[in-house]
């Protein structure tokens, strides 16, 4: 006969447990006595002290590290029944074959599944147990408890009563059922006394979660969709904050509102706790996408892989969707839809995007409008520049895409653009289809496409204000930390203590002082090549910046240069007064170091273009006048709050973004070369120009806001560009927004052939570099020249007045190009007639390198690679090409001082360019022959 044995059981809950999920869990234990209890742990500081209190004395269970797997035949899954929340038992789930990625239901037949859950998120389909949707899963243990007429003891009726109290809110939530009041009255009259949950559901809050309400409090932005209030509140924490949840009974208390977002970022990953009280407005539906979860009224998610930043946009961007709800695929279509053929070649279809401002563009199917793949700008440009523009485009372009449809709604097409980070979305036309049954996405790929929706259709749509019914109301929160630790760090100890006198000094005076702009935007991007003394240190002082840089002077033994119309100065001081006494090296390079002072000041513009004027005012004053977020940081250097940083904008987020930001609507309109230095910062870093900051941009254009820029500011900024090791991104990028023409139409690259001969003129300077010749390129007149190809005299000379340039270098250019144009020719000549090379130097040893380098590129376009190498070989060779005679052996085999020494040195050297000799030897017995016809 055999004896009966009961299934060996495990039993859990989701992980970062709530009291819900620990009481319902410990509770199983009275019908599961037998059962390996797995309690996964919580993040809730009140839930902590409760098992530590109440459940380590009473009850037996196994830490997720301690599992025995072996044997398991039932699975007891308490408070939820979604396998992403079940990672603890994962060995389980795998062995049962239910996968966490899996949304759909999942059974296996060799394991027992029991589920007793009340949230709507599921993907296990359970044997047994209740999911229901109520107020609490301990309503549903009670009724079952009820249903079985069960007697249990008064633990047990005290975890059932805190788990419905805590649930519910103390039976307050939009969420309490009859079935909650009704679990309730059954615990009552089994002997429940409500005083139990007094310490545990009305709790006070400590100092920490104080502060940490204040700061959300502060930082809370309002939206008003349609009638429905919503407020979203975010704050950074130094250190772990665990029961966020805890506060948003006060939060509400302070701001009610229908839909609350709390952000918490802290300890590497960021919080996000959601409630709702309006039914239309799903939390636990936008906290899955999170990879959280919860109910349609309060939901919660822990994300380890998204920044604050993109957290809190994720969140902006729901309540957008939520206000644009009535938008279709068909209202936000392009059509008709331009693309390129899968047998065209990448040249051809970065021709047609640089030509149309495309940033993408569909690949067809060879003959059909059925979409193969997506190319974007940046892959085909950067083919192009690699030489590789006569391929096929199948063969770069993205082949993984996905396709929508006409009724697809926002958030998929936020998924596909955001997510996959697909430039834009094919919709096609499955009118043929049977619109009732869900399509396949290799089934939307055959179809024909009849529009798109790009990356630029779904941000105007967000950021168009006119069309949008949520307003936002921002209260401006000032993110504060101290970077003391990383400044020393990252700098060296001379920069530190450079600082350290200032910040003295600006006690002594009574003032407040800052290092603002580059150097603190370097610091907080740890940047390799940011090394002393090539740190720009630029100091704020709230008080008489002169007056402090006078006294900062006689400190450091150095001088001042004021500038009083600005307010500003500049400390020119030796290095040496920054070496300590024990570290003075003999070898020590005195170098003249500066630091420039400016008074805080807040600058406007008078007319649009033209120079600020200057007012005093406050450090926030004085960075809202910077030109990006990821410049507008401030470091206080006063002795008691030292390293404190000041980001009034959220610079650090932006850079961590990598994302160049203005700060107002109106910086292309008060200085337009803002423009160039947007294009600078974003390929020196490798960041990317937001598209509000893109959009104003082209406004800037639009408005012909450049063209009234004096010269010399325009030039200024182009003699940066030109320094930089990206700057032939940035001369292509200052095409795509129509800068150059703006700056002077001899600057246009209007033709795709204009596009390949200054990125092979570029290429060429990279190889030029690389040779580390003594003979040093202006990289402005190169620029000019290259860029100016074409043009007539008259527009080249009134390009170089356009930027204002001296007189003497406007007479220099002006010569070195027509050297250019008279040579050219004549080199022609040379290479069609086979000439030796000591003709080529006879051309070109008076020719400015710029004009050689320039005519590499453009003889190659017209005679080939022979005459490039020939070119090449003369500027790395023959240029530099030395004799090992002198003057003095000319004189001593007899010839007089005069002009014939240069005239026999000379062609003694043209002699050893062609081969003919080589060495002292040869080359004096050349001279003597020279000398010999000479006197014959």
């Known amino acids: ?27 199983m234990s009275f019908f599961y006595p037998d059962a390996q209890i797995v309690y996964p742990g919580s993040q809730e500081k009140i839930v902590q002290a409760f098992v530590h209190e109440v459940i380590d004395p009473l009850f037996n269970y196994v830490n997720p590290k301690d599992i025995d797997f072996e044997g398991i035949e039932r699975l007891v899954v308490v408070d939820t029944s979604h396998t992403s929340r079940l990672t603890h038992i994962q060995p389980l789930l795998d062995r049962a074959g239910f996968k966490h990625d899996v949304e759909e239901e999942q059974e296996n037949q060799e394991l027992e599944v029991i589920i007793y859950d009340h949230h709507p998120q599921t993907n296990i389909k359970a044997s047994g147990g209740r999911i229901e949707i109520v107020g609490s899963t301990c309503t549903l243990i009670c009724e079952e408890l009820q249903r079985n007429n069960r007697n249990i003891p008064g633990e047990a009726l005290c975890l059932l009563g805190l788990g419905l109290y805590s649930d519910t809110g103390a039976f307050t939530y939009n969420s309490v059922t009859t079935r909650e009041a009704q679990a309730l009255s059954w615990l009552l009259t089994q002997g429940f006394e409500p005083d139990f949950v007094t310490a545990y559901v009305n709790k006070q809050i400590n100092k920490e979660q104080l502060f940490a309400l204040n700061d959300l409090v502060e930082s809370a932005q309002f939206y008003d969709v349609a009638g429905i209030k919503f407020i979203l509140a975010s704050s950074k924490f130094e250190e772990c904050l665990y029961d966020i949840a805890s506060l948003t009974p006060l939060f509400l208390e302070i701001y009610p509102c229908d839909v609350l977002f709390m952000v918490a970022a802290m300890d590497g990953k960021v919080q996000v706790v959601a409630r709702s009280k309006d039914y ?24 380890k892989d998204k920044s604050m930043h993109e957290v809190l946009t994720f969140i902006e961007s729901q309540i957008t969707l939520f206000s644009h709800k009535d938008k279709t695929v068909r209202r936000l279509m392009s ?28 690949i067809w199917n060879e003959q059909t409008k059925r979409c193969a793949g997506i190319l974007d700008y ?40 955001i ?4 430039r834009l979305v094919p919709i096609v036309d499955c009118t043929p289809l049977n619109e009732e049954e869900e399509i396949a996405e290799e089934t939307l790929r055959d179809l024909s496409v009849i529009g798109v929706v790009t990356r630029t259709d779904l941000v105007t749509l967000f950021l168009d204000e006119q069309n949008t019914s949520a307003t936002k109301k921002k209260a401006h929160r000032l993110a504060k930390r101290n970077v003391q630790r990383i400044l020393r760090l990252r700098t060296p100890k001379e920069c530190v203590k ?16 800052y290092v603002v702009g580059g150097f603190v935007r370097d610091l907080i991007m740890d940047r390799e090549k940011w090394r002393w003394p090539n740190m720009d240190i630029d100091l704020v002082v709230e008080g008489d910046g002169i007056v402090f840089a006078y006294y900062l002077a006689e400190l450091l033994g150095g001088r001042v240069r004021e500038h009083k119309e600005f307010m500003t100065a500049i400390v020119l001081f030796p290095s040496s007064r920054l070496l300590d006494k024990n570290d003075f090296q003999f070898d020590h390079e005195e170098q003249e170091l500066r630091i420039d002072v400016a008074t805080a000041r807040l600058e406007y513009y008078q007319s649009p273009a033209v120079l600020p004027t200057v007012e005093l005012s406050s450090i926030r004053m004085d960075l809202t006048r910077r030109d990006f977020t990821i410049n507008a940081m401030a470091i206080k250097l006063n002795t008691s709050s030292f390293g404190e940083l000041e980001d009034y904008f959220d610079g650090q987020g932006d850079i961590k973004q990598k994302t160049i930001r203005i700060l107002h609507a109106l910086s292309f309109v008060d200085d337009p070369t803002r423009a160039l230095r947007a294009i600078r910062f974003e390929q020196r870093y490798d960041f990317k120009i937001s598209m509000q900051c893109e959009r104003l941009i082209r406004n800037a254009v639009a408005l012909q806001l450049i063209q009234k820029l004096d010269g010399k500011r325009i030039l200024a900024e182009l003699e940066i560009i030109l320094q930089e090791e990206s700057v032939l991104e940035c001369i292509l990028r200052m095409q795509d927004f129509n800068l150059l023409e703006e700056i002077h139409s001899s600057l246009s690259l209007s033709h795709a052939n204009d596009v390949d001969f200054v990125t092979e003129a570029y290429r060429v300077l990279d190889w030029y570099d690389m040779l580390y010749l003594a003979e040093k390129i202006d990289n402005l007149l190169f620029f000019l020249l290259v860029m100016s190809k074409g043009v007539s005299t008259g527009e080249f000379k009134g390009l170089l007045e ?33 000439r030796p090379m000591s003709s080529l130097h006879l051309l070109l040893k008076n020719v400015a390198m710029e004009a050689i380098l320039y005519m590499v590129v453009r003889l190659e376009k017209e005679h080939g690679e022979e005459l490039k190498r020939q070119l090449s070989y003369y500027i790395y ?30 062609k003694v050297l043209l002699a050893k360019i062609d081969g003919i000799i080589a060495g002292y030897d040869e080359e004096i017995v050349y001279a003597e022959g020279l000398i010999n016809k000479i006197i014959i």
């Open 1 to 27: 006969m055999d004896t009966y044995r009961p299934k060996k059981t495990l039993v859990t809950c989701h992980r970062n447990a709530d009291f819900d999920a620990l009481c319902s869990l410990f509770s």
């Open 280 to 303: 239309s407005v799903d939390v636990g539906q936008i906290m899955a996408l999170l990879g959280g979860g919860g109910h349609a009224y309060a939901a919660a998610a822990t994300v």
């Open 335 to 362: 059509a008709p839809v331009m693309g390129v053929d899968e047998n065209d070649c990448i040249e051809h279809a970065a021709d047609l995007m640089t030509r149309y401002g495309f940033k993408a563009v569909p």
């Open 378 to 417: 940046q892959t085909s440009a950067k083919a192009v520049k690699h030489g590789l523009g006569k391929y096929s485009v199948t063969q770069f372009m993205n082949r993984n895409i996905r396709c929508a449809t006409l009724e697809t709604d926002l958030q998929t097409l936020l998924d596909i653009i």
């Open 419 to 422: 997510e996959d980070k697909q």
């Open 498 to 513: 450079a600082l350290e006198i200032v910040g003295q000094l600006a006690d002594e005076m009574g003032v407040s002082v």
């Open 802 to 834: 356009r930027l204002c340039l001296s007189s003497v270098q406007v007479e220099k250019y002006l010569f070195i190009r027509s050297q250019l144009i008279g040579v050219q020719p004549k080199v022609e000549a040379w290479f069609e007639k086979k």
């Open 877 to 906: 060779q023959v240029r530099h090409e030395k004799i090992d005679i002198t003057g003095n052996d000319i004189l001593r085999l007899g010839v007089e001082q005069g002009a014939k020494v240069g005239e026999i040195l000379q």
